[in-house]
Nanobody, 130 residues
Framework: QVQLVESGGGLVQAGGSLRLSCAAS????????MGWFRQAPGKERELVAG????????YYGDSVEGRFTISRDNLKNTVTLQMTSLKPEDTAVYYC???????????????????????WGQGTQVTVSS
């Protein structure tokens, strides 16, 4: 498994942009599918965006499609979430997560179920003011 550390959260006005980064430590980062989740107060944690181990496949939640972009650099062991046109409803704690699932590794696909992710960062707060 890998250890994950997020950075880049903060306060931004509606319509603004933020870039979240996740640094991974450990071996074979390119074997892991990665995801960005968020959890707002009183709500369940949801998958916002995911990327397969090679980066060839991505997934976006309906609420962020067209506004957020996920990318990864397997040489630098990082995954990034570029967020644009931010809305107050994007306010949440954002978590980086990795999946060591052999199935998704073999298929180079993005897991969409929270339970398949087995390492989590500590989270970073994103607050969007109206």
């Amino acid at each position: 498994q890998v250890q994950l550390v997020e950075s880049g959260g903060g306060l931004v006005q509606a319509g603004g942009s933020l870039r979240l980064s996740c640094a991974a430590s450990g071996r074979a980062f390119s074997n892991y599918a990665m995801g960005w989740f968020r959890q707002a107060p009183g709500k369940e944690r949801e998958l916002v965006a995911g990327i397969s181990r090679s980066g060839s496949s991505t997934y976006y939640g309906d609420s962020v499609e067209g506004r957020f972009t996920i990318s990864r650099d397997n040489l630098k062991n990082t995954v990034t979430l570029q967020m644009t046109s931010l809305k107050p409803e994007d306010t949440a704690v954002y978590y980086c997560a990795s999946s060591s699932s052999a199935l998704y590794r073999a298929r180079d696909q993005v897991p969409k179920w929270n339970g398949v992710y087995d390492s989590w960062g500590q989270g970073t707060q994103v607050t969007v003011s109206s």
